[in-house]
């Protein structure tokens, strides 16, 4: 395993437990207990993680895993779930796109759709996430804008009030939103409050507003607000989402597609 592999796998299973062991940690990557000390102490000096005496813990509880360490964790359910949110959006139309690993799929899904492959523009697509700009911007048939702001390293999301200026003169179709949390109750959310004003202001933007989100985010809370459930007109998710986490998105008035 690359050293790569083992930091991001170290990363995510910190994120999940909250504190590891070196011991416990060299038993799941199938390494040393030296490898794993190395690779602690390196990573704590990038400020991803605090050592303690034999092991690790993370650096409070809202700690949120940087874009560029995420693994592939429903990896399979993202893809499925990009391409039903790609697929509700019609050629010609503004789109709006935050940040996150599931949003980024869905900027991938829209790229290879046959239909989108030229039109002046074929699609017109708003982001704050510098990765879904870069990733979109070599496809002359997209008009590609960026809200402006300052990067957020964690995300790579523009946030800030330079956004404000762009954003307050557009108009979209649809604003398709990522997030870590989504509950019929409590709403839509994010890690970071400057995050959820961007997401914001997207979805007050937009015509219709749809959240991609596989079932580990259903029924769960986070810090920062973006918007009500029913602010919401669909949501997509996976098959293992719980029944009565989508009945209650129904009653709140959201179309389910479950793929």
Same mark, same amino acid.
């Given at each position: 395993?690359?050293?790569?592999?083992?930091?991001?796998?170290?990363?995510? *299973?910190?994120?999940?437990?909250?504190?590891?062991?070196?011991?416990?940690?060299?038993?799941?990557?199938?390494?040393?207990?030296?490898?794993?000390?190395?690779?602690?102490?390196?990573?704590?000096?990038?400020?991803?993680?605090?050592?303690?005496?034999?092991?690790?813990? !993370?650096?409070?509880?809202?700690?949120? *895993?940087? *874009?560029?360490?995420?693994?592939?964790?429903?990896?399979?359910?993202?893809?499925?779930?990009?391409?039903?949110?790609?697929?509700?959006?019609?050629?010609?139309?503004?789109?709006?796109?935050?940040?996150?690993?599931?949003?980024?799929? $869905?900027?991938?899904?829209?790229?290879?759709?046959?239909?989108?492959?030229?039109?002046?523009?074929?699609?017109?697509?708003?982001?704050?996430?510098?990765?879904?700009?870069?990733?979109?911007?070599?496809?002359?048939?997209?008009?590609? $804008?960026?809200?402006?702001?300052?990067?957020?390293?964690?995300?790579? %999301?523009?946030?800030?009030?330079?956004?404000?200026?762009?954003?307050?003169?557009?108009?979209?179709?649809?604003?398709?939103?990522?997030?870590?949390?989504?509950?019929?109750?409590?709403?839509?959310?994010?890690?970071? %409050?400057?995050?959820?004003?961007?997401?914001?202001? *997207?979805?007050?933007?937009?015509?219709?507003?749809?959240?991609?989100?596989?079932?580990?985010?259903?029924?769960?809370?986070?810090?920062?607000?973006?918007?009500?459930?029913?602010? !919401?007109?669909?949501?997509?998710?996976?098959?293992?989402?719980?029944? %009565?986490?989508?009945?209650?998105?129904?009653?709140?008035?959201?179309?389910?597609?479950?793929?």
């Amino acid at each position: 395993m690359s050293r790569d592999a083992r930091w991001k796998t170290l990363l995510e *299973l910190l994120v999940e437990r909250g504190r590891l062991d070196v011991d416990e940690a060299a038993g799941e990557l199938a390494v040393s207990a030296a490898t794993i000390r190395r690779d602690f102490d390196q990573l704590a000096e990038q400020q991803m993680l605090v050592r303690t005496r034999g092991g690790a813990v !993370v650096h409070g509880v809202s700690y949120e *895993l940087p *874009l560029r360490y995420k693994t592939a964790r429903h990896a399979s359910e993202k893809q499925r779930i990009a391409k039903a949110v790609a697929d509700l959006v019609a050629p010609g139309e503004a789109v709006g796109l935050t940040g996150g690993t599931t949003t980024t799929e $869905v900027a991938r899904a829209l790229a290879v759709r046959g239909d989108l492959a030229s039109g002046s523009p074929a699609l017109t697509v708003v982001t704050n996430a510098l990765n879904i700009a870069n990733e979109l911007a070599v496809r002359p048939q997209f008009k590609i $804008v960026l809200t402006g702001g300052v990067a957020r390293a964690q995300s790579y %999301e523009l946030v800030g009030p330079l956004a404000d200026g762009v954003l307050g003169q557009i108009t979209l179709d649809v604003a398709v939103l990522g997030v870590v949390a989504f509950d019929a109750s409590h709403g839509a959310a994010a890690h970071d %409050e400057a995050e959820a004003a961007i997401n914001r202001l *997207l979805c007050e933007r937009a015509e219709r507003v749809v959240v991609a989100a596989d079932s580990s985010k259903l029924g769960r809370r986070a810090f920062a607000r973006i918007c009500a459930a029913e602010a !919401v007109d669909t949501l997509v998710t996976d098959s293992a989402a719980d029944p %009565e986490a989508v009945r209650r998105f129904e009653e709140a008035g959201l179309r389910v597609t479950v793929v």
